[in-house]
């Protein structure tokens, strides 16, 4: 823990404005005691963050509580979601193609003929899979709610690499006449996982076999390329807040195999946070989230995968730089070139959205949070929206989600720098903070060309 409170924004209290206070009253004490005053020093540089710049991307379909990935060298994929104010949970799969038009172009998959898939669903989770280069890039999804009146939902695989479906460990039903989907009656929380390739031109699923998988709801995943598997951490095994998870979950997706551990000393329970793996460190990466759906959780843990999955240890990051609120339900992607965990959006409490924008340096020593304020317009406060992340157009992509009982389908691109190390600037701090960083390839990888896309090469850690 840090020797001194981290200072974080809260709503309505100018943060500087009290710092400012409390140095001016240090100043006129030392004067009335004739104590010497402080000598101004010249302030050591530290790295400028990159701009960053909004942009307004064409309009979607209105949505809450989906999923998106990034497709690699085109844009994102949007599969499932919720729209309250239709009554319904959807399970159609589109694509953002960021190439064809300044706004970017929304296409939606058709359905392959006769194909079976996941069924609608919400609160899942999507990674995109792409073990090394030359290997078809695939959505994986997981988990999630829907309304299917039996059989729940199912992890699939991508059509094209033969394969069907596979039952999992099932689909727990809730009927809870009070929960944020109320309107839908039965809730089905499901344990099954699919995935399609994300080239495909139709959406053709298959089932990833897995017996022994839990049935989540509103976790957290992320995808490991160095051992092809999927990590999965928290959520809910109902849809009551007391059913929260702490478990972290992998599954390996060459074999299909689910593994659970109970990692001690880690983030305890908790639901609608947000993961991203930080690359460089193979490390999953927890913000924020809730226990019970009133308060938001502002803690960030770091599950450090780089010994595999029999060392795998959870470690809290006590981040320096202005901490943003406490926020559950928010956006997050990860940003290789600048190995930034980019956060938008969410909820303080389930009633009031938020509509600022942070980014954890994770190539800072300690780890720094940065406030990220573009200049011109902006997204709007909003919660329940999705996010996912394309290197090769330089583009995190937020769509959706909701601002009190109101579905948005607007989606905006954020592009942060152009890939290249940020330059030193003079800092007003007196002690010395790491900045935002390029991703150093590590072993066995080889730099991408400008613009390209860096996908590491499979080193498999687990049998």
Known sequence: MPDHPIPRRIPGRPVTAHVAMAHVAALAGALLLGAPAPIARAAPARQAPPACTWVRLTTGEPRMQHAMAGQPGVGALLFGGADPEAETVTDDVWRLDLTREP????????????????????????VLRAPEPGFPAELVTFGGIDTVPAGGTSTWRSPLVGGGYAPGAGAVRHAIPGSRLGAFAAVTVTGTTFRLRADAEAAAWLAVGAEGGPALTDHGAVYAPDSDAMVVFGGRTGEAADTASGRVWRLDLASGAWEGRDIQGGPGPRFAHSAVYDGAARRMV?????????TA??????????GGWGAAAWARLDP?????????????????????????????????EVDTLYALDLGAAPPRWIEIQPPGKRP?????????YDAATNTAVFHG??????????????RCGDGTSPTAFPTGSGTPTGGATATTPGPNTATPPPGGVYLPRLLRAEP
Do not use: C, I, Q
């Open 401 to 414: 989600g909701t601002k009190g009982a109101e579905t948005t389908r607007t989606t905006w691109g954020l």
């Open 103 to 126: 706004g970017g172009t929304w296409t939606r998959l058709a359905p392959a003929p006769g194909g079976t898939g996941p069924g609608p669903r919400a609160e899942h989770s999507a």
């Open 297 to 306: 959780l502002d803690d960030v843990w770091a599950l450090d995968l780089a």
């Open 286 to 294: 927890v913000f924020g989230g809730t226990r019970d759906w009133v």
């Open 380 to 388: 709007e406060a909003v919660k329940g929206l999705a996010a996912a």
């Open 320 to 352: 320096a730089g202005l901490a943003p609120e406490p926020r559950y339900d928010h956006g997050a992607v990860y940003l290789p070139h600048l190995r930034w965990m980019l956060v938008y959006g969410g909820s303080l409490d389930g009633k009031n």
